[in-house]
Structures are given as structure tokens and as C-alpha cells.
């Protein structure tokens, strides 16, 4: 009301004219006016109300006809609840306090759940009676609505969290939705199903879908109209939240949440990722009677969708994640087993072939041959190799399935591992290494298994000779308090400090680790961990780059640790270990360079090699270099180095003809030396064949790529190596002679523009100096006397016609220049050919008689064209020449006329005439059709009226004349197809 109050005429109301106010009142009314509080005063038995403007959004559509109305005709809705209030003020004079109260009034005839903070204060009369009671108050909706829904916002992503599954996340989801029955009456969750045509009923709170009629499928393709189809079909065909209104028509059986009535209408909202894929899932949400669906109810309602995405993707993202793991870990076991039966399944033919190798090895020498003898123990000695990977694969796959068969006994350790480091001295020496042993007798024995401790002692010696190329290798053994140590050092390569944790990882390698072999499973440290576990002890490394690095192993003393059933008391005679060592030390001897050195081209037994060509092989594998040289060396000269580094400085010392490389080899690989080849100029060419184990159309694709001429794939038969060989050996000289081909091209074609060149300077530089000669020719011969130009002109005539002749031969010269560079330009001119050739004829007319030749000319109507008048005179000047030359003394006739649209000359000889397997050849430039000792000519002029031709879009053709000689035709279209650049008269 405001100021309004003071222009109100108050006589008509139960207050009486202001005047008649009692000063309480007044005093009350001016407090109202003077703040920006909302104020409501009630005065009087009644309590007529007052407010100011402040008040007037609490008022609503109250405002302004109930001014000055009982309180309990105002608000008639909350009268219940706001009349104690007022009741305990009358009786106590004392004022109240409400927090928050939920006042749920109604605002353009719908009741609407609204919140407020007041107090009810009392205005007292002159006798200190109540005579009315100010409210101040605030509304607190918005702050109310606001806390509550981001409770349950949060309940959601609480109570969701670490669901595993979808369904269970959605669930939680769901449950602390349906707390919120104040916001959300009920709740309704249906999931997609896997095809997406359909969707399931996994959830519902504050409704028993049953009863109410809500199915537990929808078929989402169904009409909007279908009896299941409505509440779910429109959502999933747009994609957008659709809200219902006819709940009442639908659905049966509603809930009236805390008495408030049940709800009108729900909202159906789309469950959809960031991604937008279509929806996994549909949440049915009832709308509060008390609500209206503004910006605020329906984020609150998007947020909760939101977040029930969220947490089911979370949960999907975990579910996938622990089915990955589970996957993985089946494929682990799967893999386990498999490794496990295939070494069983190796290990019988592996027997069946060291079996009857070692009978023919101990066959005399007479009945085997030093040949075949050294194959016998090339066999056996990777026969051995190969059933020391198979124990290995069987020994570590045992320990991953729990199978180990460990047999624990008291060993005098320091005397065993002494046993088993001596067997690697000799191979220590071949590679130039010091092998130390520090190992004192202990004052106890150690419960060992025995074979276990010589797969960890091997293993960690092998690792040692495999990376450590100068110094040496140290094993200690001792007693540290209440283990037993073992400590093998090496001087070697050292390991990067980022993979010393994956180390012990099953088929872990350390990329570009400098080796003496890329041979290797991956699981021989991996093993050391297990076995020395199985112990119920430890190992480490520490290592520097570089510098060399140190393993250590740990073993508790005593056997308390150890499971007692695997324990032995006494120790069983054992057979000794070198047959055992054998496998790790034929691995470690392929390492190391042959004895004796390698790199000879042929052995004596071979004879000398068929071939001339040169073939290094590339291979870390002693066994496979000296086998691959055998099978070649018959055919080729071969030369081996056993890495790729060896091999580029063998190729740059000297170069092969071929190059046949391994793949995987220590400190250049096989694509590394063919990346350093084909960088190398001198050496780009050189054929190469990539050798790998690596079998399939992916291994073969990717070696031809990197730029390898064949790929072959282990195992391979010797034939099909050598024929390989031999192919690519036979296309690298192939290609070397197309090259020299192409180089010979290159000469010529430089010889003849080169020619070209001196022909345009040559003829430049003797214009000048004949220009000079016929000027003084002209100067002598004005300066003659009557009587001596008398005596001399026929001498006169005949210099005067060898220097034009001698022009002629200079113009004819410098247009060959200029054709054979590109720069014949035509000067097109409007001009009639017929009188064009006719004055040629005359020209030439005295010159053809004096030769003999009898001149016919036909010239019939005029042939107007588009034409370059000095080249058509030089066309005319050619073919009479060429037709007095090849017939002195013989008619001649020339025609010049139209035929079909086209100017037409013809000239006929009778003279010696041209074969007619050389009417194309006598066109060529500096071809002539007879000997030029007979007759003379460069071979310009034919070929040049060919080009004039054809620069002006016609042709030129030569026939037989008919009782012999030749008949030359050259057809010129009248005007060219186009003009542009060209000067026209």
C-alpha cells in the first residue's frame, strides 16, 4: 500500500479517518512505511491488515482488493496454521519467532509449497492491552527448495558410488531420488535394452507400478498412442524430456506424498551420455502439485538426470574395466596352460630327435664324413637349445599355476654354486671376459631345491655374458645375519633406471638395450623371481647406465619358512650339472663369433663359387651365420658379421652385391642397417633381404615398406634362399644396365642439344661476317668501270650465287636452331599462296633453266589464307631445289590450287625417285634419300618444310610419279584454329 495509505479516504473503512487513528496505529503504520522490509500490521478485535510495497510479492493476486480484510479472509489456507500464533500473543503479550515455516498459499488459484521466515510482534494501547500485532517476514522458498534438492543431488553421486553394475548404480540413483517425495511424488526407471527397441522396468519409488499401471516393458517403436507406447515412444524417438498432463487418465493408483494430493502430471526424461549415443535408460519423475514446473524445478530435475548418468557411466566405465581385468586374467590362465601343454607336446619330438642324433654322432668318422658330422652337431646343439626353452616355458608356466614340484634339502651351497659357475669359464674366455667366484664354505647348510637354485644361478649368469662385452663377471655367496646371499656382477651395459621396476616382469625386454643377442623369451628374470619366491626369498638389481649392474638374491636360513611336506632332512645323491648347463651355454656360445674367424668367402670343401657375386650375411646367431654361408657359399662369395653395425661397415669398406640381414640383432637392427643403407648414396642401390621369425602377410608388408627388396620368413628351405638370392642378385643387374641404358640416353640427348647449341651460335656468329662479305662484293662491284663490270659479270653472277647460297645454308642452319629449341614463331598475314608461289617460280625460273629443267606451273584460282609468307617462300624455295637436284635435266611441274577446303601444292619430279620404305625416312632431320658424295645437301630441307607445314596445321607427303620420280603434296588449312601470340599483317 505504501503512501497510497495516506491518499486512501479511510472514513469508508472500519479504521475510521486517519485522524481518528490511535496513536499506536499510527506509530505502527509509520514503522511499516519507513522500511524496506515486507511489514503487515493487524489491528483490532478483526485484525484488518495492513502491509507496505515490500509486502506486496507475498500478497500475490491478493493485492490490492483484500487491503483492510480480516487476516482469516486473506489467507484462509494457512488461517489454521498462522491462528495459534496469533491466539498466543493476545494471551501472553509476548512476540513469536517461525524459521522456514512451510505456508503453502495459493498463488493464482493453485496452492503453491512456500516457505517463510517471521515473527509476530505486539502493538500495545494506552492501558498495555494488545490492541494489534506487526509481522515481519521473509520468504524463503527458493533457499528452502534450493538446500533440499542439492541434498539429494548429492545422496545420488553418494549412494551410487561404487556400484558395479548399471542397473545397481541406477538403482541407488533412484532410491535417493525417491527421498525427495516433497519434489519428487514418484520415480520410474526403465533401461534400454541391448537391441535398443525396447525397455525394461528396473525401478520405482513412491508408486507400486503395478497397481498403477505402469508395464514393466515398453516397446519403444510403438505408437505414442499405443497402450505402451505413450509414457516412453515419444521421448525415445526425439531424444527431448516430453511432459505428461493426463496422468489421471493414465496411470491408476497415485501417491498423495505427505497429504499434499497426488500429483496431475510427470515429466519423462531421456538418460543420454556426453557422447550422444541414444538413450541407455528413462526416468519417469511425478511433478509436485505444489510446484510449477519453472526454470529452477525442471534444472533440479535435468541435474538429477544428469547425475544419474554419470554414476551409471562411472559404474559401466568400472564394470568394463573389472571385466577387462577378468578377460585378461582368463586369457592369462588360457595362455598359462597353453604354454604348458605345448611344452609337453615339444618335449616328445624333441626326444625323438636328440634321441637318434646322438646314435649317428656316435657313429665312426668313416661311416659319417666330417661333413655331415658338423650337421649332426649343428642339430644337436640347437636341439639341446630349444628343449632348454621348452624346460623353461613348462618350469615357469608350473610356477604361475601353483604346481611346482620344489624338493627342498640341505645343500652346502657355496661348494654347489661353485660347481655351477665353473661350467661358464671357458665361455667366459671366449668372450674375453673374467669370470671371479667368491664364495667361502657357509657354517650351515641351505634348504635348496637343487635344480631351482641352477635355473637361478644360469639364468642370472647367462643375462650377465649376454649384456657385458669388456671386464668382467663376479658371483659371491655369504651370510648377511639371517640370509644367504648371492650377488652376480657385471661390468656390462647397465639398465635405464625407468625399466629397473619392470625387470622382473614375464616377457619384459628392455628396448635398445646394446646386446649380443635380441634372442631371448622374456621370462628368464621373471623365472629367477618366481623360483627364488618359491624359496620364500628375494632378489633385486641395482644398476648404472653404462657401468654394469648387480643382482642380489635372498634366502632366509633355516627351512621354518619353507612348507614342511617339501622338506628334506637329508640331501639325495644328485647327477652332475653340466648336462644341464649345456642349453644356457650353447645359447651364450651362438653369441659369440665362430672359431675360427668368420668372413671367409668359401670354405675348401665348397670349391670356388659359381658366381661372381659378393653376398654379406648379417645374423646374431653363430649356429644360423655358418648354416646360412654353407648353403651359399657354393653359389656366391659370402662374407658374415653377426650385427648390423658390423654389416654397414662392411658394406662401406667393401660393397656387396647383395645384403641378406636378420631382423632382430644387437646394436643395429635389421630395419636400422637398411634405414642407414638407404640414406647412403653409394649404397642405396644395394639389394637387400630382410630374415625374420616373424611369419604372416602384416611382417612381410612391413619389411617391404621400410624398403626391402624380399622378405623371407624362418624356417626356409635352402633352395628357396639361394633361388631368392639369385633373383634379386639377377634384377640388381637388370636394373644396373637399364640405368646405363638410361645414362647413354641422357649423353646422347646432352650431345645433341649441345649440337643444337653450337648450330644457333655458329650461325649467328657467320651471319656477321658474311653480311660484311657481300657488302664489299656490292662496294667492288659499283666501283668497277663499264668496261671491267663487262668483263667480269659472269664472275660476278656465279660469286654472287654462292653467297647466296652460302646465306641460305647460315638461314637454314639458324632455323634448325630455333625449331629444335621450341622457338618457331609463324607471322601469320592474309596473302594469296597462288601469287605467293608464283613469284617464287619466277625467282627460280633462270636458275632451273640453266640446269635443264623444263617449268610447269598451274596455278588456277587465288588461295587466300592465313599464312607466314618468308616460310611458304622457303616451303616453294625447298621442294624446287630438292626437285632440280634429284632431276637435272628432267621436267618439272608445280600446281597450286584448292581441294577440299584446303590449299593444295604440288610439285612433280621426274628424276631418280624415293623407294617407298624411305617416305617417312627423308623427313628426318639431316637425312638425305640418296649419298650425299653424289649429290650433296645437308638433309635440312625436306625437314624443315615438314615443320613449316605442320606449324601452320597441315602436312606435308611425298608419292610416286608415275614413270618415276617423286610427287610432294603439302595441304595448309586457310586460316588456324587459333592466333593468339601470333603477329598478324
Not at 313 to 322: L, M, N
Not at 616 to 641: C, K
Not at 712 to 728: G, Y
Not at 766 to 784: M, V
Request: proline residues 5%; glycine residues 8%; hydrophobic residues 40%.
Amino acid at each position: 500500500m505504501g503512501r497510497r495509505i495516506l491518499a486512501r479516504d479511510w472514513s469508508q473503512t472500519p479504521l475510521g479517518p486517519i485522524e481518528s487513528w490511535p496513536q499506536p496505529l499510527r506509530t505502527a503504520v509509520g514503522m511499516c512505511l519507513s522500511t524496506r522490509f515486507p511489514m503487515f500490521i493487524y489491528w483490532g478485535p478483526e485484525r484488518f491488515q495492513l502491509y507496505n510495497d515490500p509486502g506486496i510479492p507475498i500478497m500475490g493476486d491478493r493485492h490490492p482488493h483484500t487491503a483492510m480484510a480480516p487476516v482469516r479472509e486473506v489467507f484462509p489456507e494457512i488461517w489454521h496454521v498462522i491462528q495459534r500464533m496469533f491466539d498466543d500473543i493476545e494471551r501472553t503479550g509476548q512476540p513469536t519467532w517461525s524459521e522456514n515455516q512451510l505456508l503453502p498459499l495459493e498463488r493464482n488459484g493453485i496452492a503453491e509449497e512456500r516457505y517463510f521466515t517471521f515473527s509476530y510482534s505486539p502493538i500495545l494501547d494506552d492501558a498495555g492491552r494488545v490492541a494489534g500485532i506487526y509481522t515481519t517476514a521473509m520468504e524463503t522458498t527458493g533457499q528452502v527448495l534450493g538446500q533440499r534438492r542439492l541434498r539429494t543431488l548429492q545422496a545420488i553421486v553418494d549412494r551410487a558410488a561404487g556400484s558395479t553394475s548399471v542397473e545397481a548404480a541406477c538403482r541407488e540413483a533412484l532410491n535417493a531420488l525417491g527421498d525427495n517425495s516433497a519434489d519428487v511424488p514418484f520415480t520410474v526407471l526403465y533401461l534400454t535394452d541391448a537391441d535398443g527397441s525396447s525397455a525394461s522396468r528396473v525401478g520405482a519409488r513412491g508408486v507400486e507400478p503395478e497397481s498403477a499401471g505402469l508395464p514393466s516393458r515398453v516397446d519403444l517403436r510403438a505408437a505414442s498412442d499405443a497402450p505402451s507406447g505413450w509414457i516412453l515412444a515419444p521421448v525415445a524417438s526425439t531424444g527431448r524430456a516430453q511432459l505428461v498432463t493426463d496422468l489421471k487418465t493414465r496411470l491408476r493408483a497415485l501417491p498423495d506424498p505427505k497429504g499434499l494430493g497426488a500429483p496431475h502430471s510427470a515429466l519423462v526424461l531421456p538418460l543420454t551420455t556426453a557422447q550422444g549415443e541414444s538413450a541407455f535408460g528413462f526416468l519417469v519423475v511425478g511433478l509436485s502439485r505444489w510446484l510449477v514446473l519453472d526454470g529452477e524445478y525442471l534444472s533440479f530435475l535435468e541435474l538429477a538426470a544428469g547425475a544419474m548418468v554419470r554414476t551409471a557411466s562411472s559404474a559401466r566405465t568400472q564394470q568394463e574395466a573389472r571385466e577387462r581385468a577378468e578377460r585378461l586374467a582368463a586369457v592369462d590362465r588360457a595362455k598359462t596352460t597353453f604354454f604348458s601343454n605345448v611344452s609337453h607336446e615339444f618335449r616328445t619330438p624333441l626326444t625323438l630327435m636328440m634321441g637318434p642324433l646322438e646314435d649317428a654322432l656316435n657313429d665312426s668318422e668313416e661311416a659319417l664324413g666330417p661333413r655331415q658330422r658338423e650337421r649332426l652337431v649343428l642339430l644337436r646343439r640347437n636341439a639341446v637349445r630349444l628343449l632348454k626353452l621348452v624346460n623353461t616355458l613348462l618350469e615357469f608356466s608350473r610356477l604361475e599355476a601353483g604346481r611346482a614340484q620344489a624338493s627342498f634339502e640341505p645343500v652346502d651351497l657355496s661348494t654347489f654354486t661353485r660347481e655351477l659357475v665353473s661350467h661358464f669359464e671357458s665361455t667366459a674366455r671366449r668372450a674375453g671376459l673374467t669370470l671371479t667366484r667368491h664364495a667361502p664354505p657357509l657354517p650351515e647348510p641351505v634348504w635348496v631345491d637343487r635344480s631351482s637354485w641352477e635355473k637361478v644361478v644360469f639364468n642370472l649368469l647367462s643375462n650377465a655374458l649376454k649384456f657385458t662385452f669388456e671386464g668382467g663377471i663376479t658371483v659371491s655367496l655369504f651370510l648377511e645375519g639371517a640370509e644367504v646371499v648371492l650377488r652376480v656382477e657385471d661390468t656390462g651395459t647397465g639398465i635405464p633406471e625407468r625399466e629397473l621396476s619392470h625387470l622382473f616382469e614375464r616377457f619384459h625386454r628392455v628396448e635398445g638395450a646394446r646386446s649380443r643377442s635380441h634372442e631371448g623369451s622374456g621370462i628368464g628374470l621373471a623365472l629367477v623371481q618366481e623360483l627364488v619366491k618359491l624359496h620364500g626369498g628375494s632378489v633385486g638389481v641395482e644398476s648404472t647406465l653404462g657401468q654394469g649392474s648387480a643382482f642380489t638374491v635372498r634366502l632366509p636360513r633355516g627351512h621354518s619358512h619353507l612348507p614342511s611336506e617339501h622338506v628334506r632332512q637329508e640331501a639325495l645323491p644328485t647327477n652332475g650339472s653340466h648336462e644341464r648347463a649345456e642349453g644356457h651355454l650353447q645359447e651364450v656360445a651362438s653369441w659369440l663369433p665362430a672359431e675360427p674367424s668368420e668372413g671367409v668367402p668359401a670354405d675348401a670343401s665348397t670349391g670356388r663359387p659359381l658366381s661372381g657375386a659378393r653376398v654379406l650375411v648379417a645374423d646374431d646367431n653363430a649356429d644360423l651365420r655358418a648354416y646360412l654361408q654353407s648353403l651359399l657359399a657354393p653359389h656366391f662369395s659370402v662374407e658374415t658379421v653377426g650385427d648390423g653395425h658390423a654389416a654397414l661397415e662392411a658394406a662401406r669398406a667393401r660393397k656387396p652385391d647383395l645384403i641378406l640381414s636378420d631382423v632382430m640383432m644387437p646394436i643395429l637392427g635389421g630395419f636400422g642397417l637398411l634405414r642407414a643403407l638407404r640414406a647412403d648414396p653409394s649404397l642405396r642401390a644395394i639389394p637387400f633381404i630382410l630374415l625374420s621369425a616373424r611369419a604372416g602377410e602384416e611382417a612381410n608388408v612391413e619389411g617391404l615398406e621400410a624398403g626391402a627388396d624380399d622378405y623371407l620368413v624362418k624356417p626356409f628351405s635352402a633352395r628357396e634362399l639361394v633361388a631368392r638370392v639369385s633373383t634379386q642378385l639377377e634384377m640388381a643387374r637388370v636394373r644396373r644396365q637399364v640405368a646405363a641404358h638410361e645414362a647413354r640416353e641422357a649423353m646422347l640427348e646432352e650431345a645433341v642439344r649441345a649440337r643444337d647449341d653450337f648450330l644457333s651460335v655458329a650461325s649467328h656468329e657467320l651471319k656477321t661476317p658474311l653480311a660484311a662479305f657481300r657488302l664489299q662484293l656490292d662496294l667492288i662491284e659499283r666501283a668497277l668501270g663499264a668496261e671491267a663490270r663487262t668483263h667480269l659479270s659472269e664472275r660476278l653472277s656465279v660469286t654472287h650465287r654462292q653467297v647466296q647460297r652460302l646465306a641460305s645454308v647460315v638461314e637454314m642452319l639458324l632455323d634448325v636452331s630455333q625449331i629444335t629449341s621450341g622457338h618457331l614463331r609463324l607471322r601469320r598475314e592474309e596473302l594469296d599462296l597462288a601469287t605467293l608461289v608464283t613469284e617464287s617460280v619466277s625467282r627460280l625460273r633462270e636458275e632451273m633453266t640453266v640446269a635443264g629443267n623444263l617449268l610447269t606451273l598451274t596455278a588456277t584460282a587465288a588461295v587466300v589464307g592465313h599464312f607466314d609468307r618468308e616460310r611458304m617462300e622457303q616451303v616453294v624455295r625447298n621442294l624446287l631445289s630438292n626437285a632440280m637436284k634429284f632431276g637435272q635435266g628432267k621436267p618439272i611441274e608445280v600446281s597450286i590450287g584448292l581441294a577440299g577446303g584446303l590449299a593444295r601444292l604440288r610439285v612433280v619430279d621426274h628424276g631418280i625417285g624415293i623407294p617407298p620404305e624411305e617416305h617417312e625416312r627423308i623427313f628426318g632431320r639431316f637425312e638425305r634419300a640418296v649419298s650425299a658424295s653424289h649429290y650433296g645437301g645437308l638433309g635440312l630441307g625436306l625437314w624443315m618444310t615438314r615443320q613449316v607445314a605442320e606449324a601452320h596445321g597441315g602436312s606435308v607427303d611425298v608419292a610416286d610419279t608415275a614413270g618415276g620420280g617423286a610427287t610432294f603434296i603439302v595441304e595448309l588449312p586457310l586460316a588456324p584454329e587459333t592466333m593468339s601470340g601470333e603477329a598478324q599483317a
